[in-house]
């Protein structure tokens, strides 16, 4: 049961334009949204977090979206530059009365940008 | 400041045996969790550490076991490996509930 889903394996953009990554959830209790980057042989970088209260957050030439209705949340880069060239992951939590964060995973999206 | 370190970065085990993996978290960080990730997928939450206890756990066997020290350091370990075991073996640190950050993790191989 994948509660997290990235439907697009990878994704091609042209330096300087927009790139558009998409995640769906099923999950209602989730409340809390991140993005993380991934460059081969490192662990997950923290890119962006956004609240269910809220429907954007920006930082930089990042921002994320979030449509509750929809279940649907989509991470913007612009304008896109070759180091932004990685994995990207989607990744959900709920609260839970152990108080625990647990991060479930969407699989990822491949970006690649392309001088 | 160091990040999140993990050891040892690659392995090689053999059916039956048993593995221990070991992270050291981010300075000031008190939560350590654990995540197996297979080929292709994305990372699957194994289980959670804080005060030195288990305080959350997925969907893994009991052949999955972990410990947290009083330096807030942990251990996983895998006893019986199977062939399936073989993923890259996260481990990420926060701040009480703040955003996890990850380490480089263990590429674990079973043969």
């Known amino acids: 049961d994948q509660q997290v889903k990235q439907n697009s394996p990878s994704l091609s953009v042209q330096e300087g334009r927009i790139s558009i990554l998409n995640c769906d959830y099923t999950?209602?209790?989730?409340?809390?949204f991140l993005w993380y980057k991934k460059y081969p042989a490192e662990g997950p970088t923290f890119l962006i977090s956004?609240?269910?209260?809220?429907d954007k957050n920006e930082d930089g030439r990042f921002t994320v979206f979030l449509n509750k209705s929809a279940k649907h949340l989509s991470l913007h880069i612009v304008p896109s530059q070759p180091g932004d060239s990685a994995v990207y992951f989607c990744?959900?939590?709920?609260?839970?009365?152990?108080?625990?964060?647990?991060?479930?995973f969407g699989q990822g999206t491949r970006l690649t940008i392309n001088p | 400041d160091a990040g999140v370190t993990q050891s040892p970065t690659h392995l090689i085990k053999t059916r039956g045996q048993q593995v221990t993996l070991r992270c050291s978290p981010k300075?000031?960080?008190?939560?350590v969790s654990w995540y197996q990730q297979a080929l292709g997928q994305g990372p699957q939450f194994i289980f959670q550490?804080?005060?030195?206890?288990?305080?959350q756990r997925g969907n893994f066997p009991d052949r999955f076991s972990g410990h947290q020290f009083p330096n807030y350091s942990s251990e996983l370990n895998v006893n019986a490996l199977l062939l399936g075991d073989s993923a890259l073996y996260l481990c990420?640190?926060?701040?009480?509930?703040?955003?996890?950050?990850f380490g480089p993790g263990t590429r674990l191989t079973v043969t």
């Open positions: 990420a640190s926060s701040w009480t509930g703040d955003e996890q950050y």
């Open positions: 999950n209602s209790m989730f409340d809390y």
């Open positions: 956004i609240s269910s209260i809220k």
């Open positions: 990744a959900a939590s709920a609260p839970l009365i152990s108080g625990a964060q647990k991060l479930v």
């Open positions: 300075s000031g960080h008190d939560t």
């Open positions: 550490y804080y005060e030195e206890e288990e305080r």
